[in-house]
């Protein structure tokens, strides 16, 4: 396998664009500066919009069991990340901050819907399902999560 770029340029939104390695590193920038998201995967791209799975949050206290869904659009002044089945978006000024952001609102929402569970609402409660279908606490050595 090859480790040339297949660089792609959104012509409608300049400042925004991302590079995928052909060994599946993701860097995401404006103008000179890049990022290097070697735990996200590019699978679509329409209208200023990327479809990207996340493969790791970044959090030891939980892993994927399967990629998270999460779409990035450009919004001029900001960067909007959205993963639409748990109902989650956040917002920032670059998508390596809406990123970050994105992982850690999956994460630390996971984790304490976990430790409520038999008292969340509704709504909390369907987002807790959709996180479990991706989500999963790690054990640490002592067995506790």
Known sequence: ?????????????????????????????AGTSQINFASVSVVNQSNGNHEIFLTDLK?????????IPVTIS???????????????????????????????TISNTYLRYKVR????????????NVLERYVVEVQNSEGRG
């Not at 206290?61 to 990629?67: A, E, G, H, L, M």
């Not at 990340?81 to 990123?99: I, P, Q, R, W």
Request: hydrophobic share 45%.
């Open 59 to 67: 959090d030891r206290r939980v892993r994927i069991k399967n990629p």
């Open 74 to 104: 450009d919004c001029g002044d900001h960067i909007l990340a959205v993963f639409s089945d748990a109902h989650m978006a956040v917002s920032e000024d670059t998508a390596a901050a809406v990123l970050d952001w994105m992982r850690s």
């Open 1 to 29: 396998m090859s480790n040339d770029f297949v660089c792609i340029s959104i012509t409608s939104q300049p400042t925004f664009s991302y590079s995928v390695r052909a060994t599946g590193e993701v860097f995401f920038g």
């Open 117 to 128: 569970k038999d008292i969340l609402g509704p709504f909390a409660a369907e987002q807790l």
